[in-house]
């Protein structure tokens, strides 16, 4: 085996020019096409909007603080968020002021972030179910 160094060079240049003419277009045809592409229905927005889904969002956020993070508080929640952002796939992210007031001690005003997602995809006939919302976290409110 004289020529063993020639030979792998040869063959690895090979592999290279193979993997760069014929696989990686193949790659980018296939990304590039809609074979990934998942049309919830729920559109993302790069800007605040209220709607019927993230104003239930909101609720569910809120119920969520109250029953789970801050049960033996006196809690006051805004009308509305702050802001609230779908990020597509029935995936959102509600920001909004919580006033906390504690037994005997002086209330006070938190900001928190919830991201929330909706388990029924476009079926909204028990969106007020909150077996049907899942909250990733809540951010904001740990230090209390």
């Known amino acids: 085996m004289k020529y063993k160094f020639l030979i792998f060079a040869i063959g690895f240049i090979a592999l290279i020019a193979f993997q ?7 790659v980018y045809e296939t990304v590039a096409s809609d074979l990934f592409l998942v049309d919830s229905g729920d559109d993302p927005s790069r800007f605040s909007s209220n709607t019927e889904m993230t104003d239930r969002a909101f609720e569910q956020c809120n119920k969520n603080i109250a029953s789970e993070i801050l049960p033996n508080e006196t809690l006051s929640f805004s009308e509305s968020p702050t802001s609230a952002f779908s990020m597509g796939n029935f995936e959102y992210i509600i920001s909004s002021d919580v006033e906390i007031s504690p037994p005997d001690e002086a209330s006070y005003t938190r900001k928190y972030s919830c991201r929330i997602r909706y388990l029924e995809k476009d079926d909204t006939t028990n969106i007020t179910d909150p077996d049907n919302w899942s909250i990733s976290g809540i951010a904001g409110l740990d230090n209390i």
């Open 20 to 26: 760069a003419k014929v696989i990686m277009p193949w």
